[in-house]
């Protein structure tokens, strides 16, 4: 297993996220993720063998290498390592959700930066001047509501998702809770 020093804000961060993810294998046919422990999926690749995990190796996943991959997947790529940890706190859960591009589109449709999904240079700055004008309060607030509305706009189009909701509204509420944000 490739070993990583993770900073507390990736920690605490990550344990937020493994919480609502759980430790249980599931493998619901209603749910686009498949089978998954850990919250990883057969879709995320392995730190070890630099190839997507296959289905007995998500059975049989560590707590360790689960945060291994949140690390390398989705913290990173988010650019949640330069953030403020309120503000990483946020971006990184719904990237874990549903993909950092998606995330990174939500930042920068906030922060007013062109909306390619990548995280780079550019958007760092806008989120630095956006936090410096607004705060980090304001951004995630907005950032959490923006993700509420995405998850009922799901079950609009696709009343099938409809059992996954509340729990989709609570985690959301449960990382604002985190951050200091209570949403109404």
Same mark, same amino acid.
């Given at each position: 297993?490739?070993? +990583?020093?993770?900073?507390? &804000?990736?920690?605490?961060? !990550? @344990? #937020?996220?493994? %919480? ?6 599931? *493998?619901?046919?209603?749910?686009s ?15 070890? +063998?630099?190839?997507?995990? &296959?289905?007995?190796?998500? !059975? @049989? #996943?560590?707590? %360790? ?6 690390? *390398? ?30 995330? !990174? ?57 409809g ?22």
């Amino acid at each position: 297993m490739v070993s +990583t020093t993770f900073t507390s &804000t990736f920690l605490k961060a !990550v @344990n #937020l996220i493994l %919480e609502w993810e759980g430790s249980e294998f599931t *493998n619901d046919p209603d749910d686009s993720g498949g089978a998954t422990k850990w919250g990883v999926t057969t879709e995320d690749i392995n730190p070890v +063998t630099k190839v997507k995990f &296959t289905y007995k190796e998500i !059975v @049989n #996943l560590s707590k %360790e290498t689960a945060e291994q991959v949140y690390y *390398n997947q989705y913290w990173l790529p988010v650019g949640a390592n330069t953030m403020p940890s309120n503000v990483a706190t946020v971006v990184f859960n719904f990237a874990v959700n549903t993909g950092n591009n998606h995330a !990174v589109r939500y930042l920068q449709s906030i922060t007013g930066s062109y909306q390619d999904g990548q995280w780079g240079p550019k958007t760092a700055y806008d989120l630095r001047g956006y936090l410096e004008i607004h705060g980090a309060t304001a951004f995630c607030t907005k950032y959490l509501d923006m993700c509420l509305d995405y998850y009922k706009a799901i079950v609009n189009n696709n009343p099938s998702q409809g059992k996954f909701l509340q729990g989709w509204l609570n985690r959301t509420y449960a990382v604002g809770d985190a951050v200091g944000i209570h949403l109404g």
